[in-house]
């Protein structure tokens, strides 16, 4: 998927194909934002920035690794998907098949569950080392690195409703309590961090 035009990507998702769906443009979101990261941290040299030229080295570092993982998080989700939906169409003639048929539907919700997940928490560690940065950057681009916040906290937010939706066909309490309780913290704690740094950001706009 990364390697068609914006222009396919987005004819492909505006079709009627259940992939690439709603967790793939989640990871696409937590793309763009560590793309604006790294553009950040680039921008942030010369002299005027000497001290924090390292800083700034493994920041681009960083968020081109999330850009790959990034990649890899879509790929996974349509792989959840196809592997769920391959699971609903085992047989079910028969109590043993049903039993098999069973055991790979909730193999396969989980898997749906979990991907998005991983990338919720992954998401919100960028956002995290982004934080950090807040007050090194060049001015110049700060309004980036504010857009780089809302587009990672916009992939945890969709990667969220991916997870909630997923849900419902666990049927194990334990794991289904445990992602929804993991979900809900990284939600919460992805909007707050969103809106402390983007006051932070503000306030260097004047």
């Known amino acids: ?27 696409l979101s937590a793309a763009l934002g560590a793309s604006m990261g790294s553009m950040v941290a680039n921008i942030t040299s010369g002299p005027k920035f000497e001290s924090v030229r390292q800083h700034m080295a493994d920041i681009v570092v960083l968020m081109q690794s999330a850009m790959l993982e990034a990649e890899s998080f879509l790929k996974k989700d349509m792989e959840s998907f196809n592997g769920y939906m391959a699971a609903l169409g085992l047989p079910k003639g028969n109590d043993e098949e049903k039993k098999m048929r069973s055991l790979a539907l909730q193999k396969a919700a989980v898997q749906a569950a979990s991907v998005p997940l991983h990338l919720m928490k992954r998401s919100l560690e960028i956002m995290s080392a ?77």
């Open 130 to 206: 982004l934080d950090k940065i807040t007050e090194e950057v060049n001015k110049n681009v700060i309004s980036d690195l504010g857009i780089a916040l809302i587009m990672l906290n916009a992939a945890v937010q969709s990667a969220w409703i991916t997870v909630e939706i997923n849900l419902g066909s666990i049927k194990d309490a334990g794991v289904r309590s445990s992602f929804q309780e993991t979900g809900a913290e990284l939600s919460s704690q992805s909007n707050e961090m969103k809106l402390l740094v983007l006051q932070k950001i503000k306030e260097k706009l004047v």
């Open 1 to 27: 998927m990364f390697d068609q035009t914006i222009r396919q990507f987005l004819q492909v998702s505006a079709s009627s194909a259940p992939t690439p769906g709603g967790g793939s443009i989640a990871a």
